[in-house]
């Protein structure tokens, strides 16, 4: 470049954003206020927290009938939406009649 008489151009950075430090999953956890995640009254996600707060619990069958959703979407929207995403304590115990039996304490 420098036999035509042109000097090379240090390209420029791209500005930092504020949340440049910050992890997807981190930003994606909050709302823009700042506050932890909540479920809508009348989502199936509400009513799959409350099939597991029942006294009884859950089986993965039974949510399946009730919702319609594959085993494994199950599986996901527990280990997912509610323990990753909304921080629920979700148990699970083994019972003879029932097979597994998922929970959440109150």
């Known amino acids: 470049m420098r036999a035509v008489g042109l000097e090379p151009v240090a ?11 910050a992890t997807k999953r981190a930003r994606r956890s909050k709302t823009a206020g700042g506050a932890a995640r909540t479920t809508r009254a009348d989502s199936k996600q509400a009513r799959l927290v409350e099939m597991l707060k029942r006294p009884k619990g859950a089986t993965i069958d039974e949510i399946v009938q009730a919702f319609g959703w594959q085993p494994h979407t199950v599986r996901g929207a527990i280990a997912g939406a509610l323990k990753k995403k909304l921080g629920l304590d979700v148990t699970s115990k083994k019972d003879e009649a029932r097979g597994r039996i998922y929970h959440i304490a109150e």
Request: a positive charge; aromatic letters at 0%.
């Open 11 to 21: 390209a420029s950075k791209p500005a930092a954003s504020a949340n440049a430090g």
